[in-house]
Every structure is written in structure tokens, then in C-alpha cells.
């Protein structure tokens, strides 16, 4: 009974080549685009409608605190983590199963260095010491007296996407290649709140951040974030910080890449210089093809990709789709993403997702009338600062072939005939 | 080490009596009003600081899908359900142990007429029928493949806050008064996008929308409400919807009823006249004094309330607090929400989180100094229509005095001497 739509769309629908629509058919009344997934019913098939299972007994009753389907098990996070040092590794958020710009905080990516610390809110504290006034102490049911705000932001690993410096093109769906990056919505009190509190010395430019887990990790950041927008976060999606992110208290630094959004956090110190810790130094720095390294290139940069088609999934023959993916920018706004079916050949804008937020997570979503030939996807974002995301062979010439960190070229996925989908460099 | 801070706080920056605090005072740069609530450091302490037994070993390894702190046992959803029939009953978020404004999904309210279905998405389908050119059945995979938009929104049922009606004002924390009302950003395919696929004859005005639970939960919904903003949502808050709240799919009303926004949705009829099911008139309808009935009241009124500090919180001694609470409006943002702390006689705008979105819970704040006297706190909403939440005394002239739903009533909250908090009628 299923019905396939191969019939032509106007033309004047049509944004660019390859098939893509413009953003805004949908939303015309009177516009039967026919997507083609229904089935037409019969009245005999109506009248034989039976009863499931399910509709005859009574269902399940009320919980305290709920969960997933059981038939969404597999929507989890992969966890890539040291066979020798279980608590050190990773593990990546499904972003391929999920949409709008929500990630459920149990499916927050990870990165730890020694596990996730049991901590005992009534015994964990908040250390404020170093070049101020007045060191402070700040117990939890204390910090919980500040003024609080809210911000929806995402979290990104500096090493997220990675893969993309890899000679060859990984095949694993897009989750666990850009999914070590997150967006919640994050409540918590600013730190100059704090900060103006204890009274900080003229000469300080930096605050070493520490975490309470057993590697006891630490970070510098620099003083003037500290002030414009930093969090000490206690909330996440309006329940309390989850443990593997930081319960009771972290750091959240909007746009910079993760490792300075110190988990677990027990000590700021401010200082004049930063600490020349392991995680700013044999870490999360790189070397360029001048010979000189980056370091502390905290900024994540503007990145878009495609998760509906991407790797994993199989189109049902040729009709209409809804192209679907997540841009964002450490620097602000997205303003634009724009989305190529031939490979980057001619793009159409797509549509984005209101309300669009400053370094957030913002959907991008454009219809697409597939013709069943081999096609070429990519996605392109801009930020409100003009920056645009660059293609692999700009990135490679500017940062060199041995890159690791900060990876956030255009990506390109390839659909064949069958309706398979690869990941290629193109 | 305590301190605390009961100094005069310069009289331009008060907003109204009793101690509050214009809205912008935190925002300022350089600005140390003193919450009180941090602990002087001494250098033996610092040189003294011990670590905890969490910081000495390594922490528990990652997770597929993770759970809140076991700390936090205690948030949970309150039940309250027939004895006889535990599937029918309420189960209430409790919103005073959260902020911002998203409501975890573990955590968002249960209103279920015969308990959970257990529904296996792989032969649930949505059929589509009635006055309508092409009857149509969608699988689930069938509906994937349709255009998706994304929306904030609040969830709230037609009965919360009901406990306002009651001759003496009770006493719970806020969640167990107000928390029959949840806000998540839902995911899902525009419920006009199906009907034009399927065709609407002219004479249509209602649809009749019905779930696969067992109790086959029915009701009729406006069609011009399906045509303008109703989602047929498949996603909450990133993943797809749990099973409490309509997995595979339900409906999603922006600013209607939670009784319309049929869970574990099925069929949709499309029809000429509603069909006069149990919800629609031996429930959610209502006597008014005048003889006449309220039928079909869909839209939910603005309201208000504070949640921090409410009945169940202790204040910790005079000093400066920061008030929160949250206002929402079935008619569309809330444009204004002010506080009194000396029971409605003086008013301060307090201020509103960004981004303030249509049909959807905005969290608002306002710092506090209190001087340890008694005091009665008030929130006030007013949306962008004008409407404002009334007077307890306004709403029971109106609608008399055995309403049941649509409780939207001003609150008050007694803060005693001692710091305890009750709620009153003042």
C-alpha cells in the first residue's frame, strides 16, 4: 500500500541542484509536497483495524523518576575508554539519533581523566584563594544563595571530529565522530559574582582551575572570560548537575573548547600567569607547519554537519527527505548554513531552527527531493563574525597534516544508487 | 566563619519595600552587595585542607545512558494514584527543586487515565481519516520521513494548581501545588503538513484525536489550532519521547490544555462537530455562577510563582537572597513579571531569562535583602496580550467558588521571623 512520489516539484521550489528545495516550501499552506511515506486505506482495511496488546490491559503505573523505552535501547553513548585505566577515556553522544538541540544529560558526551568522583555535596566546597582581597570558602548550600542566571550553550572537546585528520575518511555514524559535543541548558552563578566578592588584585590575569576528581585536573584560564561570561554551574536541563558532568559544581565556559569547563571544580586560584598545566601544554596545543604551536586556542570554531541522511542510514528509494544537522560557533551566532547535493557545486540556504542562540547548538533543517543518482552532501556554516567553515584542503594548508585538535572542515557524505551512505573526502 | 550581611544596601537600588533589589544590581560590574553566604579563609586552613576520599581513588567508569547523583534521591516526581486502579492518577515535577526553565524528562509531570502503554513503535501506526479526500496510515518509520521543526513549550494540565480553589490555603512545597505543568523542547512533523497530504474536505472544523492506551483516550481538538501550530511530536528534549509522555508519538497544543495534547496518538477523525467525549464534558468543563458552563476553556491562563524561597525552604537568617520563579502564558510570551515582598502594596519588575519564548516557561529573578521581619512575597504575571494573573478574590468573583480547573491565581508566600514559609490567601 505504499505509495512513492517521484513526480516533479515546480521549479521555482527548487534552491540548488541535486535536488534541494527551498527552505521555506513547507511552511506554504495548500503545498502537498507529497513526502510519499504514507499508506492509502481502504475502507475494508479500516474496519479490520484490530486492538494491539497494549490497548486491552492497563499500562504501566506512575514512577518516581523515568527512563527510555526499552525499545530505545540502543540510543546510548559509545564508550571508548582505556582497557588498563577503565576511568580515562571517552564516550560520544548518539548525535545521530537525536533532534532539536537538546542533548538529554544522559547522553552528554564524556571525557574523563581518572573516572567520575562520587562526591558528597554536604562535605565538597568551593576554594577562592590566590590574588584577592579575601580568600573564600563556599560551601554548596552557600553558593546556592547567589543570584543565579540561565544559558543554553554547548560543551566541546577540543579533540572533537578528530577523525577528520585521518588519511582515510572514518565510516562510523556522525555521532561517534563529532559527538564529543553537547548543549544543555546551564543555570548557575556567574563568576564575577564570586570574584567581585573576594576583590581581585590589578595584577591578576589568570585563574587556575582545579577539579576534585582523583587526577585532580587542572586548567588555566584567562581572567577577562572569567569575568564576561563564565558559570559555576550547579544546573543542568533544570535538574542538578549530572555526576559524570561535574555534579555538584563545574565551570562552564561558553565557546571554549571543553577541557577549560573544569569538572567537579574545588579551587580557583587567581594568578598572574597561567599554571603551564598537562592539559595546556603536552595537550590541547599543536604543532604547525611554521613550527611554531598553537596554545591556548581556546575558541571552538564555527562546524556543521548533515545527521539525517549521514552514515548508518539507508534511504527508501527515491522522493522527498527532510535534510537535518547541527551547526554552532564558539565565536556567537550562527548566521548561515548552506547545504550542497553536488558536492559543492551549488548550495541552498537552509532553514534554521528559531530561536537561534550564541554558542548553542542550532538546527539547520532543508527539504530534499532525492532522484535515486549518486549524490554529494555537505553543509556550510557562517557565524555572525563572517567566519565560514573551511573546506579540508584550507584546513590542512593552514594547520598542516598532523593536526589533532580543533578539526572543523565541511564534511561530505556520499549517497550511492543502493541508498547507502559513506562518509568521503570530496 | 560565617558572615553576615545585614548592611544598609544603598537606597537607589531598591525597587519596592520590603527589600527588593533592582532587577540590574548583579549585572554591575564592581558591584560586591554581599550574599553572606562564602567563609573567610585563614592561611592555616588553607595549609590544612585535607582531600576527600573521592579525590584518593579512581572514580566510576562511563556510562551508555546516565542516571542523576544518588544525592539527589530525593527529586522525584510526587504520585498520587488510585489504590484501586494505579494506572489513573497524577504524578507531580517538582518544580522547586529545579531552575531554568526545562524540565528533565525523568521529571516531567504524569497525568494517565489507564497507566503506560508499552507500545512497540515497529506496529504502532497513525491513521488519518474522516473528512478527508485520502485516508491515510503512517508507520513510524513513514513519519520520520516528513519535515520536523522544533519548539519550546509548556505542558500543563487543565486541573493544576487546583488546590487554590480550596477553602484554606495548602501546604506542600510548590511542585505539589503548581507541577502539573512541564516545559521541554519538542521535536516533530506539523500536524497542517499531514493534513494536506491527506486532503481536508471544507466542511471539517474539528478533529477528533485518540491514543493507544488502554483507557483509548479521546478528545476533540479546533481544527484551525491543528492547522496553525499542533505538532505530532516524536521527539522531547533531544531523544525520542518517553514512554510516559506518548511514546512513539502524541500531540503537542502550544498554550492548550494538557487533556488535548493526546499522548500514544493513533487516529485522527477528522469531523464536522466535536465529539463529546468524557473530557470534554463530564470533565474539564466547569459551573459558573451564573448557571452556564465553561466548555472547551482551552487556552491556559498567565500564572506565576515563586520557587525559591517557598513553602518547605528555611531562610538561613537576614540577609540578601535571590527570589526565582516561573510564569507562563497559553496566550503567548510573558511580557512582565513583578514581585512584592510586603503583600501587593509595592511592586518591582523583576527580571526575565532570555530567550522569553511564547508558550513556554520563563524563569524570572530579583535579588532580596530581608531585614528577619515577616514579610508576604507575591509574583504577578502579565503577558503580551495585557492579560494579567488575577487576585485570588478576582479569579472567585468571576468563576465562583467550586472552580476546579484553570486555577491561575496570584500566591502568597509568608516568610515568618523564624524563616519558615507558608502559604497563605492574602
Known sequence: MKKTNTAAIDQDLMAAAGGLIDRRAFLRQGMALGVGGAGLVTSAALAGTGRESWQQVPGLPFSGYGQPSAHEREVIRWVSANSQAPGNGI?????????GIITPSGLHFERHHNGVPQIDPERHTLLLHGLVKRPLTFSMDALLRYPR???????????????GWNEEPIQTPVGYFHGLASCSEWSGVPLVVLLEEAGVEPEAGWIIAEGADAAAMNVSIPLDKAREDTLVALYQNGERLRPENGYPLRLILPGFEAVLNVKWLSRLQVAREPVMARNETAKYTELLPNGKARQFSFVMEAKSFITEPSPGYRMRGPGLYQISGLAWSGRGRIKRVEVSADGGSSWAEAALQ???LPQCFTRFRLPWQWDGSPRILKSRATDETGYQQPERAALIAERGRHGYFHYNAIVSWA??????ISHVYA
Chains 1, 2 share one sequence.
Do not use: M, Q
Not at 560543551?155 to 572533537?160: L, Q, T, Y
Open 415 to 420: 549517497v550511492a544508487s543502493d541508498g547507502s
Open 149 to 163: 542566571v540561565s544559558r543554553y550553550c554547548f560543551v566541546e572537546c577540543g579533540g572533537n571530529s578528530n577523525a
Open 91 to 99: 564516550a560520544w553522544t548518539p548525535l545521530h539519533k537525536l533532534d
Open 354 to 356: 528559531e530561536p537561534v
